[in-house]
């Protein structure tokens, strides 16, 4: 059964940073499309940033263009999400998601908090 566990979020102030992280289990990470979403409070769910089954950056939220940097380590069957320069705005529930290259099944981590205080 595939499962993802997100862990690393927390409190930081404004301009501080954290660095997430979504293990994989039951399943091989290059074998799907990886992304993180977030969800603030009253708001929609919004794709932060994701990655191709090759491994490649895609598709990151233009507000956090140049703080942000997506990644994983296939060996560990991890990615990251290094957030810099937070903002209050980016305070947000964030999700790990996996979708397989061929199937298109997909998979949601139960999500970490990020809470940025200004």
């Known amino acids: 059964q595939v499962q993802l566990v997100e862990s690393g979020g927390g409190s930081v102030q404004a301009g501080g940073s954290l660095r997430l992280s979504c293990v994989i289990s039951?399943?091989?990470?290059?074998?799907?499309?990886m992304s993180w979403y977030r969800q603030a409070p009253g708001k929609e769910r919004e794709l932060v940033a994701a990655?191709?089954?090759?491994?490649?950056?895609?598709n990151y939220l233009g507000s956090v263009k140049g703080r942000f940097t997506i990644s994983r380590d296939s060996a560990k069957n991890t990615m990251y999400l290094q957030m810099g320069s937070l903002e209050s705005e980016d305070t947000a529930v964030y999700h790990c998601?996996?979708?397989?290259?061929?199937?298109?099944?997909?998979?949601w981590g139960q999500g970490t908090q990020v809470t940025v205080s200004s």
């Open positions: 990655l191709t089954a090759g491994g490649y950056p895609v």
């Open positions: 039951g399943a091989t990470i290059s074998d799907y499309v």
């Open positions: 998601n996996a979708v397989k290259l061929f199937g298109g099944d997909q998979y």
